[in-house]
């Protein structure tokens, strides 16, 4: 079982193969079979450039992680030039949220306003009350119903400001509740409230652009005392995965939490492999019409504080994960496609190539095919929406360079 997660920098996937199975390694350029002389030299500039790395992370046996930011085995030279990307594809349209009932193939869950006394390790001034996550694998659609009680000034600061990122290119995005509760009693919010829209763009510095959007609802006279209580929908998922879907759920978080739910619903005909991590256990599994259902439900769920100094790339909160994906030989068939080397040469590109082509030492051409990069292409990445992972045309990074 394999499960690819769109980050925003970063590919990963997760292979569940008895448990056992090898590193993959770095993938290298030798790896490759080319039937005419100029695709080495090629496709060691648009690998190179492209930060192509597999790393081995804890969270399962194999695992596959895709980072555009990380150096090359073997490169030395760092910063590597993105051949990949080159321009900002336009927006035809400005991103829009809408305010709508949630979806019909929700199931709710009501909230207790009256919780009582808030246990002894929340932080922050804000006790979350209840944390429900639905996804509809057939409609692409992920669901959350969020609340909390504000319990000091802090609390108040943070609990009043809700953001939730989406990527306008793929993903449309609607609220579907916002209630206060002060003395037990709501109020309806969300017919008033203001949605700002604003894309930040966190890797700026680092040239790096994905297009991603966050919708901030600041929600005025919050008191502490008060309960907040939203829900929204994001409905797509990025094309680059052909409709496959996999997910990863975490099952504790750092502050406790009073009613937990994950929902998980699947047609029938469309398999899901499943795999818990750190002692999670298994969802159960129900069958319902022609949907299976995945749930896993719990009350009073104690926070977990992790140890300090910890790898980036320990997780040691228990989670169970979803995929379609169901070997890496699905996962490699998938991702080799979108790097596949084009049959044809841009003519921007012939004279330099022959110059490559005319030295004798092949570890000097290659370096040269490097250098050319290196000095002739914008460290630029733009990930948006497919672009999160598959390269822009060779004639757009000339054209735009």
């Not at 569940?16 to 030299?41: C, D, E, H, V, Y």
């Not at 500039?45 to 895709?66: C, E, G, K, M």
């Not at 949220?97 to 919780?115: C, I, Q, Y």
């Not at 966190?202 to 008191?223: F, K, M, P, Q, T």
Request: hydrophobic fraction near 40%; proline fraction near 8%.
């Amino acid at each position: 079982m394999v499960r690819i997660n769109d980050d925003r920098q970063s590919f990963r996937g997760f292979a569940m193969l008895g448990g056992n199975a090898p590193f993959l390694g770095w993938f290298r350029l030798k790896q490759l079979t080319f039937s005419k002389p100029i695709k080495p030299l090629f496709a060691a500039a648009f690998l190179i450039t492209s930060h192509l790395r597999f790393v081995a992370t804890s969270r399962t046996p194999l695992s596959l992680l895709w980072r555009l930011d990380a150096p090359t085995p073997w490169v030395s030279c760092r910063p590597l030039i993105l051949l990949i990307f080159a321009v900002m594809p336009a927006r035809s349209e400005i991103p829009h949220v809408e305010k709508s009932p949630a979806p019909e193939w929700v199931t709710p869950l009501s909230l207790n306003a009256t919780p009582g006394e808030p246990p002894a390790d929340v932080r922050d001034g804000k006790w979350f009350l209840l944390r429900d996550e639905q996804v509809n694998v057939g409609n692409q659609t992920e669901y959350w119903h969020i609340a909390s009680k504000v319990l000091s000034a802090g609390g108040v600061r943070e609990g009043s400001q809700i953001t939730v990122t989406f990527d306008p290119s793929y993903e449309s995005l609607s609220f579907h509740q916002l209630l206060v509760y002060r003395d037990g009693k709501p109020a309806d919010r969300l017919p008033g409230q203001e949605i700002k829209l604003l894309q930040r763009e966190e890797n700026l510095d680092r040239h790096l652009y994905d297009g991603r959007v966050s919708a901030v609802l600041i929600v005025e006279d919050v008191r502490i005392g008060d309960i907040i209580e939203y829900a929204y929908s994001r409905r797509g998922r990025n094309p680059i995965f052909h409709g496959k879907y996999a997910g990863w759920f975490s099952t504790r978080w750092t502050d406790p939490l009073r009613e937990s739910r994950i929902r998980i619903v699947c047609p029938a005909n469309r398999n899901l492999e499943l795999k818990t991590h750190h002692g999670q256990q298994m969802p159960e599994k129900r069958v319902i019409k022609e949907n299976i259902e995945y749930v896993w439900e719990r009350s009073e769920v104690p926070g977990l504080i992790s140890e300090g100094d910890l790898p980036g790339w320990f997780d040691p909160y228990p989670a169970f994960e979803l995929s379609e994906f169901e070997s890496w030989r699905e996962v490699a068939l998938w991702a080799t496609a979108l790097f596949s080397v084009p049959e044809t040469v841009p003519e921007a590109l012939k004279n330099e190539i022959s110059r490559i082509l005319a030295i004798s030492e092949p570890s000097e051409r290659v370096m040269a095919a490097l250098r050319y990069v290196q000095d002739s292409i914008r460290y630029l990445g733009l990930e948006v929406g497919p672009n999160s992972h598959e390269p822009y045309p060779v004639e757009t990074v000339l054209l735009r360079r």
